[in-house]
């Protein structure tokens, strides 16, 4: 009976010689010496870091390209106005593109407030004028009390301050609308027993660029040689809006 049993087939030679199916199997390929796999490394991260800064590139130009057609349709119009000087010359923003403008409006019979800003605009020009490599800056001052502050008033009143402190008037909707432009408030107060009155207003010192564009402001706190270091700062940063088509 037992001799009848025949051996039973080994299905799986591999489970029974572990040995000779491991060493059936081809070693592994010996790795890279460091230097090369390093280079290989340095390959890929430079290609990678070339296609980054090439989609960077593009979008940086398509940015500055839009910021430039915003900066000149802003240049169109932002803060023009249609003004004269104390001499009853006409003046309009266009007249100072090319220069740069320190703007301040006030009113001549301002008791305290305008007269110490128009000292700092003019302490912060003489600082910028010492420097003759820096470009030209023209101070400007704009009357928001029209009704008192004619020509002749305005030329009394600028002697006191920088030489070329430049005084603009114009009719009340002249002015308010210059005023307007530039976001500056403006309310006339009530009249006392002599008909003398105040004129609330923004205290604030602007900026202009030779383009034309608004670059910066300044308030109350801000101390002639701050202003006039953040002026060079501006020019020192500008640059010149190509023309349209030029970008």
Same mark, same amino acid.
């Given at each position: 009976?037992?001799?009848?049993?025949?051996?039973? *087939?080994?299905?799986? %030679?591999?489970?029974?010689? *572990?040995?000779?199916?491991?060493?059936?199997?081809? %070693? *592994?390929? %010996?790795?890279?010496?460091?230097?090369?796999?390093?280079?290989?490394?340095?390959?890929?991260?430079?290609?990678?870091?070339?296609?980054?800064?090439?989609?960077?590139?593009?979008?940086?130009?398509?940015?500055?390209?839009?910021?430039?057609?915003?900066?000149?349709?802003?240049?169109?119009?932002?803060?023009?106005?249609?003004? #004269?000087?104390?001499?009853?010359?006409?003046?309009?923003?266009?007249?100072?593109?090319?220069?740069?403008?320190?703007?301040?409006?006030?009113?001549?019979? #301002?008791?305290?407030?305008?007269?110490?800003?128009?000292?700092?605009?003019?302490?912060?020009?003489?600082?910028?004028?010492?420097?003759?490599?820096?470009?030209?800056?023209? *101070?400007?001052?704009?009357?928001?009390? %029209?009704?008192?502050?004619?020509?002749?008033?305005?030329?009394?009143?600028?002697?006191?301050?920088?030489?070329?402190?430049?005084?603009?008037?114009?009719?009340?909707?002249?002015?308010?609308?210059?005023?307007?432009?530039?976001?500056?408030?403006?309310?006339?107060?009530?009249?006392?027993?002599?008909?003398?009155?105040?004129?609330?207003?923004?205290?604030?010192?602007?900026?202009?660029?030779?383009?034309?564009?608004?670059?910066? #402001?300044?308030?109350?706190?801000?101390?002639?040689?701050?202003?006039?270091?953040?002026?060079?700062?501006?020019?020192?940063?500008?640059?010149?809006?190509?023309?349209?088509?030029?970008?």
């Amino acid at each position: 009976m037992l001799r009848s049993l025949r051996p039973i *087939p080994q299905l799986c %030679p591999a489970l029974c010689h *572990p040995k000779r199916r491991l060493s059936s199997v081809p %070693p *592994p390929n %010996p790795r890279l010496p460091l230097r090369q796999r390093l280079a290989v490394a340095s390959a890929v991260a430079g290609v990678a870091t070339a296609g980054w800064l090439y989609l960077r590139h593009q979008k940086e130009q398509q940015q500055r390209a839009r910021r430039l057609r915003q900066l000149r349709e802003l240049s169109l119009g932002q803060g023009d106005f249609e003004l #004269c000087d104390t001499s009853g010359t006409p003046r309009r923003k266009a007249d100072f593109l090319g220069q740069w403008v320190l703007l301040y409006f006030g009113f001549t019979h #301002c008791p305290d407030v305008c007269p110490e800003e128009l000292e700092k605009l003019s302490r912060a020009v003489e600082l910028l004028e010492r420097d003759p490599a820096l470009p030209p800056l023209q *101070p400007l001052f704009v009357t928001v009390d %029209p009704e008192r502050d004619d020509a002749a008033a305005l030329a009394r009143y600028l002697r006191d301050f920088h030489p070329r402190l430049l005084g603009l008037t114009g009719t009340t909707e002249q002015v308010r609308e210059a005023a307007a432009k530039f976001r500056v408030y403006v309310s006339t107060g009530p009249r006392d027993a002599d008909g003398d009155y105040v004129v609330d207003h923004s205290v604030l010192t602007f900026l202009v660029d030779p383009d034309g564009i608004f670059r910066d #402001c300044y308030g109350r706190s801000r101390t002639a040689e701050e202003l006039a270091r953040s002026v060079r700062a501006h020019m020192d940063t500008y640059e010149p809006l190509p023309p349209a088509g030029g970008e």
